[in-house]
């Protein structure tokens, strides 16, 4: 039995694209019809955007939502992170000690955009208290037992 030779991607078979062909009668009032489409998800996207900006950052609360409400989410949502945070670097939170609801509160308004995970928020964290004179600086590693061995 002899292995399958390798087969290059479909992609470098494909015929170079060609540009778009010039819209027809028929099809000139179905793009005109799109237009609006696409301003209304532009407005959509940037509200969703002020939304999370409310949400995550303490942005300004766009209009026609509920102001308490939304205080009340952001503020639960910060404190979810804070647990999860606390859980993953329990140094941080020691470091932070009773202000730890104030010191996260405050790092959190301070980011722009959500972290992209709860280990880079809490090591976020943990360098932003760093930053402040909270927390001291990780001790250097040690050196292994083994590494007498080497040259």
């Given at each position: 039995?002899?292995?399958?030779?390798?087969?290059?991607?479909?992609?470098?078979?494909?015929p170079p694209a060609e540009a778009p062909a010039p819209?027809?009668?028929?099809?000139?009032?179905l793009a005109d019809a799109q237009a609006p489409l696409a301003d209304a998800q532009a407005r959509l996207a940037d509200a969703q955007a002020r939304v999370v900006a409310a949400l995550i950052?303490?942005?300004?609360?766009?209009d026609g939502f509920d102001r308490e409400r939304?205080?009340?989410?952001?503020?639960?949502?910060?404190?979810?992170?804070r647990?999860?945070?606390?859980?993953?670097?329990p140094d941080a939170a020691i470091a932070?000690?009773?202000d730890l609801a104030s010191e996260f509160a405050a790092y959190a308004r301070s980011r722009t955009a959500p972290p992209p995970n709860y280990?880079?928020?809490?090591?976020?964290f943990a360098a932003w208290l760093r930053?402040?004179?909270?927390?001291?600086e990780p001790p250097g590693r040690k050196p292994r037992w083994w590494s007498r061995l080497l040259p």
């Amino acid at each position: 039995m002899t292995p399958e030779p390798a087969r290059a991607p479909a992609e470098a078979h494909a015929p170079p694209a060609e540009a778009p062909a010039p819209l027809t009668d028929a099809q000139a009032p179905l793009a005109d019809a799109q237009a609006p489409l696409a301003d209304a998800q532009a407005r959509l996207a940037d509200a969703q955007a002020r939304v999370v900006a409310a949400l995550i950052a303490g942005g300004d609360i766009p209009d026609g939502f509920d102001r308490e409400r939304m205080r009340a989410q952001a503020a639960s949502l910060i404190a979810k992170r804070r647990g999860i945070v606390a859980r993953i670097r329990p140094d941080a939170a020691i470091a932070a000690g009773p202000d730890l609801a104030s010191e996260f509160a405050a790092y959190a308004r301070s980011r722009t955009a959500p972290p992209p995970n709860y280990r880079t928020d809490a090591d976020d964290f943990a360098a932003w208290l760093r930053d402040r004179g909270r927390m001291p600086e990780p001790p250097g590693r040690k050196p292994r037992w083994w590494s007498r061995l080497l040259p």
